[in-house]
């Protein structure tokens, strides 16, 4: 834990000093006025008391994937019926432990990601470079004034914020070993807190990058750049980025526009890395979400293949090696067992890769392994027709071998009749191999599976060759943070409820059924003039669809953070602005101090802001940790199905009407304030689940009885349209008369008299005694 | 006996499920005091009118209450003759792993609960779920796939089999509850 000793004023005989900060081995200049409030750097039990006070209300919820425990060499140990491990660790608890590592795994990627991108601007910019998001953003760094306590004003002042991050994930990964932590309780606010500092990684990273590199600083216009798999140019030479950290792909731009040829070559990237290379440069181009992956590299269309950090696949360099496509890897987290040539002379690194001696090597420095990249794939690009072979014939001839035993659905993540669809296709009938594109998370874990060794999802790609090439979008690239000026403009009517909610989409493509579903829910709440908001491979997915008139959402509506319109942030990094929206609504329209407040901020954000995230398709752990740092600050997060095997949920029971009270701000008094949020983070099994859901989770206490009647005639006329019913909890969330909608009123007041319903309070909550203003 | 899981690596651990034969089925529901029917959302179930109908009798035969995943519910509502829920299965669940939960009827929770339809993966995680937290319950999957996490669960069939088997074994059912 950093100390500090703020001196306000001091004057003797050698010295004057004003507002000065001393932290260990640090000099912070202090230019912040605001005062220090109670959990300036919070260690890891700090927040404990409002973790468990949150955890009262919304009990974990686990649902284990694995009933086994082998971590120690006591194991394995079985955990059924009760049984203890060796140890002495129950199910319940040993839930909670993986939890937690699964959160560190994603801090800890979001915490390296940031501390190299800060490491390369510092290098590139120097220390004292200004953290600038732009003229209309004065609150730059929301979650590092709430968090830290600190307001950053150079890249070099992040350091300081990330030796505490760091500092955190590795306390935090030592309750983890056998004989440290052992109730499931303090398990979870240990991850709430790995949340936390994940979260202000995000913000370490990406405020960087927007202040260093030239992206947009929060400009709802952000220039809408070419994705899918159909827009690359296959006549250039292609270089293709991989992974998150923008570093070495801006450097190939930096190298082919100094040498006077960017447009010549194609730059193009899957994963967040592609957002955050259209963020610097917009001729440069997304493939897709992490999905695209296997399909991609097999196609061979990439001549160079730059990887950086996360998400990668692990048997990418081998697919690739199969195309003659050249790998470079660029950051110490994926050395991939390859040759380090970070000190070689760049033209025999250069010969080495062309000759195909060395197809594959390590440089770790980004700027070398740009430049690499570009005379590398203007050498080979011209020869790429003759390396790679068609696997046209090859494929076809290989599905012939099909039995339909079965064995590749079985395999299946998300159980696709895939043996149907290989099978069919022997009496030349492709069509259902092109539909389960749609839906196909390209994995290959089907393949894996085939006992004849068919290279299945090349079967695919074969079958939907005329839709991958027709695949050409619009996005609009990322813009980065929300403007002061638009949360001064819709702070009020978020927090009174009369802009219905904020509703995010989040996290990465492991979607039940295809991106369809995704974009229809965005299409949904932007109709309906909630606020959309898009990061990470969601973004992306919303993209990758075209409405009857030929534009995605993105075309279709504004990117300004406000009613009714559709707004890309960029990568996962760049959640932190999702995230810090509520933190900067608290402060800019509630006047609510951040400096070091976190409960207090926590508190007002899951009383009166109405923001819920849908992680559609979650499935790395950086979108466990993302979405457990959203739940510390009060921030529903609502799951596809396959995020039940996050095993963990954090619920609430509508029926305890003792969980529901909250304290009235004004007199002190516990009232009951009603379920809402229902729950903190929940798995839906269907789209339409997740919708009526997610409009559900937007009530919050302190709604205006005019807010309140927005929200629920959406609630409502979303609960009829989709179940086909009036909502039976109905009575949990209309307080008074004047929170019904007027069309309805008489109707729904008869079912609520039927239901015992009585009128109740609208207090001024909070579940903090301390904010308590007047006692009665 | 034993079966593997319908997906290849969904295999839990040391206790998985007994694997329940439809043709025996009909005499264990006779022991069941105070079963719930649970309808996830794999609409090939649901939206099979025959499929449903025989649902339908199923609970009504044993006199349970059917609670069915909300996107698949309109498929339900207009059976009048028994107690249909619309609810999220995992809120479901959560209110099940509670011994002392009133129920629907407020008296009291379940001793036994029987799935049908839900996604696999989804539903072979609420089932883990009741395993290690609902020692109160027995959990039957009437689906066509084997479910290790379930105490009791069909074996892998295909869906021409399962369809006649789950036919049979209503007509059972539902004869045996008029006699
Ligand atoms: S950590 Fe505990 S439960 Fe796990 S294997 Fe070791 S003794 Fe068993
Ligand atoms: S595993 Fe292979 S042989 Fe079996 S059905 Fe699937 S594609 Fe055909
Ligand atoms: S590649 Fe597609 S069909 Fe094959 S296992 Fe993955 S999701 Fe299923």
Same mark, same amino acid.
């Given at each position: 834990m950093t100390t500090k000793l703020s001196i306000n004023e001091l004057e003797s005989s050698f010295a004057k000093i004003k507002g000065l900060e001393l932290l260990i081995g640090k000099i912070v200049e202090e230019e912040w006025d605001e005062i220090v409030g109670p959990t300036p750097y919070p260690s890891i039990t700090d927040l404990r008391t409002w973790d468990h006070r949150l955890l009262q209300r919304y009990e974990p919820f686990y649902s284990p994937l694995c009933d086994m425990c082998c971590l120690c060499t006591f194991g394995k140990c079985d955990l059924t019926k009760g049984k203890k491990g @060796?140890? /002495?660790? !129950?199910i319940r608890s040993q839930q909670g432990k993986i939890v937690l590592i699964a959160c560190l795994m994603g801090a800890a990627c979001h915490a390296t990601h940031a501390r190299h991108i800060v490491n390369y601007l510092i290098e590139k910019k120097g220390r004292d470079y200004p953290i600038h998001l732009g003229e209309e953003i004065e609150l730059e760094a929301p979650l590092i004034r709430l968090v830290a306590g600190i307001k950053p004003k150079k890249l070099g002042d992040l350091e300081e914020v990330l030796d505490y991050i760091e500092r955190q994930i590795t306390h935090l990964l030592s309750a983890t070993a056998t004989g440290q932590e052992e109730s499931y309780i303090d398990f979870e606010s240990k991850a709430l807190h790995a949340g936390m500092v994940d979260n202000v990684a995000l913000e370490v990273a990406d405020i960087a990058q927007i202040s260093a590199l030239r992206f947009p600083k929060g400009d709802p216009d952000a220039p809408l750049v070419d994705l899918g798999m159909g827009v690359i140019d296959k006549t250039k030479p292609v270089i293709l980025c991989v992974g998150h950290n923008v570093a070495p792909g801006s450097e190939v731009i930096n190298y082919l526009e100094k040498s006077g040829i960017y447009g010549s070559v194609e730059v193009a990237g899957i994963c967040c890395t592609a957002h955050d290379l259209t963020r610097y440069s917009t001729g440069a181009k997304i493939v897709g979400p992490l999905s695209r992956q296997l399909i991609f590299v097999r @196609? /061979?269309? &990439? !001549?160079v293949i730059i990887l950086d950090q996360e998400c990668i696949r692990t048997d990418i360099i081998d697919e690739a090696k199969k195309v003659g496509t050249r790998v470079i890897t660029t950051i110490d987290q994926v050395c991939a067992g390859l040759p380090d040539m970070t000190k070689s002379p760049i033209e025999s690194i250069i010969k080495e890769l062309v000759s195909g001696s060395v197809p594959a090597v390590l440089i770790h420095d980004p700027a070398k392994a740009g430049e690499v990249a570009v005379k590398v794939a203007l050498e080979i690009a011209p020869n790429r027709r003759a390396r790679i072979v068609s696997d046209e014939q090859e494929v076809l001839d290989a599905i =012939?071998?099909?039995? !339909?035993? /079965?064995r590749c659905r079985r395999n299946c993540p998300i159980d696709l009749p895939i043996n149907e669809a290989v099978y069919a296709s022997h009496e030349k009938n492709f069509d259902l191999l092109a539909e389960i594109y749609n839906q196909c998370l390209l994995c290959g874990r089907c393949e894996s599976e085939c006992p004849e060794h068919i290279p299945i999802v090349s079967a695919i790609r074969v079958a939907a060759m005329e839709k991958i090439r027709n695949e050409k979008y619009k996005i609009r690239s990322g813009r980065g943070p929300i403007k002061d000026t638009e949360i001064r403009k819709v702070g009020r009517p978020i927090v009174m409820g009369e802009i219905p909610g904020v509703i995010a989409f989040v996290g990465c493509a492991n979607y039940p059924n295809g991106n369809k579903e995704l974009v229809e829910m965005a299409d949904e709440f932007a109709k309906r003039r909630y606020i959309v908001v898009a990061s990470g491979c969601a973004a992306m997915d919303i993209a990758r669809y075209k409405d009857e008139d030929g534009q995605t959402l993105y075309e279709k509506y504004a990117g300004d953070f406000d009613a009714g319109c559709i707004l890309n942030t960029g990568s996962c990094v760049s959640n932190a602005h999702i995230i810090g929206a509520a933190v900067k609504i608290a402060n800019i329209f509630a006047n609510r101090k951040l400096r070091g407040n976190f409960e207090e901020i926590a508190d007002y954000i899951l009383n009166r802001i109405g923001a819920v995230a849908i992680a559609w398709g979650a499935q790395h752990q950086k979108a466990a940790s993302i979405a457990t740092g959203a739940n510390r600050l009060g921030i529903p997060v609502i799951l596809g199905p396959q995020g039940v095997k996050y095993r963990r949920a954090y619920l609430g029971r509508a029926d305890k009407k003792e969980n529901w009270i909250v304290y009235n701000a004004r007199t002190g008094e516990k009232v009951y304030a009603g +379920? &809402? +949020?229902?729950? =903190?983070l929940y798995v839906t099994e269907s789209k339409e689940e997740a919708i009526v859901t997610a409009a559900r989770l937007v009530m919050r206490p302190n709604d205006t009885n005019k807010g309140r009647m927005i929200k629920l005639s959406h609630y409502i006329d979303l609960h009829q349209k989709l179940y086909g019913i009036l909502p039976e909890d109905l009575h949990l969330f %209309?307080?008074?008369? &004047? !929170?019904?909608p007027l069309t309805m009123k008489d109707q729904l007041l008869k079912m609520l008299k039927k239901r015992g319903w009585e009128p109740m309070e609208l207090p001024d909550p909070t579940l903090l005694e301390r904010q308590i203003i007047r006692r009665e | 006996m034993s079966a593997t899981p319908w997906q290849i690596g969904d295999v839990p651990g040391p206790k998985q499920a007994h694997i329940l034969r439809p043709e025996v089925f009909p005499k264990i529901v006779k022991t069941l005091k105070r079963p719930l029917i649970v309808v996830g959302s794999r609409k090939e179930v649901s939206e099979d009118k025959d499929i449903a109908n025989n649902i339908v009798i199923m609970a009504k035969s044993m006199n349970s209450p059917l609670v069915v995943s +909300? @996107? %698949?519910?309109k498929n339900f509502m207009k059976f009048k003759d028994v107690k249909v829920v619309c609810m999220g299965i995992e809120d479901l669940v959560n209110h099940l792993k509670e011994k002392e939960w009133k129920g629907f009827d407020d008296k009291g929770n379940y001793d036994s609960i029987l799935f049908v339809g839900g996604v696999y993966y989804f539903q072979s995680q609420m089932l883990s779920t009741l395993k290690h937290f609902a020692p109160h319950l027995k959990t039957f999957s009437m689906d066509r796939f084997y479910h290790p996490n379930a105490e009791f669960s069909f074996e892998n069939m295909s869906e021409v089999r399962w369809v006649q088997e789950f036919r049979g074994m209503v007509e059972t059912i539902k004869s045996s509850s008029v006699s």
């Open positions: @060796s140890c /002495g660790i !129950d @196609s /061979g269309v &990439a !001549d =012939l071998r099909c039995k !339909d035993c /079965g +379920p &809402a +949020p229902e729950h =903190l %209309v307080r008074t008369e &004047a !929170d019904l | +909300p @996107s %698949v519910f």
